[in-house]
């Protein structure tokens, strides 16, 4: 069974930084490692995701202000959250996803760490 664990959320006031990170338990190697977030009465949105190869890509109200990255041999992916506004409180879910050759996509979610930024 495979868990991804968050660390890193907390309390920061708007401009300050904050670092998730995520790490998968196992050694599954992931196509894909990622962050979603959900605010309060709103669905739930990427905010970044990065292929075992490296390749990044982002939702516009974050691009500039956070960056991720990920360790493949420790299945870890980080995200790097700076100029943080009130806009960014949520709760932060890391997830991951195999694409095997044969058989069904399979995605799994982490528990979510919540980040909440005030003005």
């Known amino acids: 069974q495979v868990q991804l664990v968050e660390f890193g959320g907390g309390v920061v006031q708007a401009g300050g930084s904050l670092r998730l990170s995520c790490a998968a338990s196992g050694t599954i190697r992931f196509n894909t490692m990622g962050w979603y977030r959900q605010a309060p009465g709103k669905q739930r949105e990427l905010v970044a995701a990065?292929?075992?190869?490296?390749?990044?890509n982002y939702a516009d109200s974050v691009k500039g202000r956070f960056t991720i990255s990920r360790d493949n041999a420790k299945n870890t992916v980080y995200l790097q959250m700076n100029s943080l506004k009130p806009e960014d409180t949520a709760v932060y879910y890391c997830?991951?996803?195999?694409?095997?050759?044969?058989?069904?996509?399979?995605?799994?979610w982490g528990k979510g760490t919540l980040v909440t930024v005030s003005s």
């Open positions: 997830n991951a996803v195999v694409r095997p050759p044969i058989g069904p996509t399979i995605t799994y």
């Open positions: 990065i292929t075992s190869g490296g390749s990044t």
